[in-house]
């Protein structure tokens, strides 16, 4: 068995450029990883792929995205082996933190582990956008830059905040009618600006921006070692944080809103919606004015989870040191 941690993860910032020509809009987004987890556990069976979830509004058929990234992966090798995965669920479902994604690109990191697999970086950004958007960053974590439909990552400077707080009120937030209700001045195509540079020249760039790869194989990822060099930088300075897709959201679901208000009135420094929603995250100054919060809001019945973010480094030892302690599979 081998057994790895799928981290959550807020967006700092979220900029729509514009439509794009394909139908998807253009994004400019950092990203950052936060220790909240759910835990997967891969069993290697013969054929079959089968995923089970402690969790039951998560479905573990086909629809599942670690259902479709081992699919994916077994689809695109030629592998014609199974496995088992357990997911114990922490992160909500459909809350704008990620964990879906999380989930897929961890099933094919610990997939070329178990199945012994050697891929190209690129290939195996690849897979992981066509599974999500967020899926390629969940291969880095810490701190990056997002672009394209978010599906590009570019590793930035890390920032470090110990004292936030996750809170969710339970409201469904479907992403698509999030991005149908964008008002005109986000949705034009002659405002989309790109960033000059493609994924390929970055992960050149930082030299194999993965926390999985294989010493001395060169471009193949394999078993975690080696963080990337960051380039760019980041910081959290007052007024920062932006998500436009607040603009369509909070005027159709004012109790978001409401959430966002009472962070701050209870002390947070600062407040916004992550992704698309419904996840709200605050920073406070320490964890006493913190835990005050979150005690006020569970007493409202609402979901909390005070967490802290997770360098690229510390990501990528996580990961290694998970993936070591794991029962042989071999």
């Known amino acids: 068995m081998l ?17 794009r020509p394909d139908g998807y809009h253009e994004l400019r987004t950092i990203l950052q990883t936060v220790d909240l987890a759910d835990t997967l556990h891969f069993t290697p069976q013969e054929r079959e792929i089968s995923v089970h979830c ?12 670690v259902w479709k990234a081992a699919s994916l992966l077994r689809q695109e090798t030629g592998i014609d082996r199974g496995v088992r995965v357990e997911i114990v669920k922490r992160i909500p479902t459909a809350a704008g933190l990620g964990g879906g994604s999380s989930n ?9 582990e178990l199945w012994e697999i050697e891929l190209p970086l690129r290939q195996l950004f690849a897979l992981g956008s066509r599974l999500g ?3 390629p ?20 400077v890390d920032i470090e905040v110990g004292h936030l707080l996750l809170v969710n009120a339970g409201i469904l937030v479907p992403t698509r009618d999030v991005y149908a209700n964008l008002p005109p001045e986000l949705t034009n195509p002659e405002g989309v600006v ?3 540079l493609s994924l390929e020249l970055a992960c050149e760039a930082v030299s194999l921006p993965l926390c999985l790869v294989r010493p001395g194989a060169g471009s193949k990822v394999g078993p975690a070692v080696r963080p990337p060099r960051p380039f760019g930088s980041g910081t959290i300075r007052p007024g920062l944080l932006k998500n436009d897709l607040e603009i369509p959201v909070l005027p159709r679901y004012p109790r978001l809103a409401e959430v966002r208000q009472q962070l701050i009135d209870l002390g947070a420094g600062e407040s916004l919606m992550s992704g698309s929603g419904s996840t709200v995250f605050a920073i406070f100054d320490n964890d006493q004015v913190r835990q005050e919060a979150a005690k006020a809001l569970q007493a409202a019945g609402w979901w909390v989870a005070p ?13 290694t040191a998970l993936s070591r302690i794991a029962d042989q599979h071999r």
């Open 3 to 19: 057994t790895l941690q799928s981290y959550a993860k807020i967006n700092w910032t979220l900029e729509i450029l514009g439509r």
């Open 104 to 112: 897929a690109a961890v099933t094919l990191l610990a997939l070329l």
């Open 133 to 135: 958007a967020d899926v």
């Open 54 to 65: 402690d969790h039951p509004e998560v479905p573990t058929d086909e629809r599942n995205l």
């Open 137 to 156: 960053f969940f291969f880095i974590g810490g701190t990056c830059l997002g672009v394209g439909r978010g599906d590009e990552v570019y590793p930035l």
């Open 307 to 319: 967490v802290g973010t997770i360098s690229r480094d510390d990501y990528a030892s996580r990961m």
């Open 194 to 196: 790109k960033m000059p």
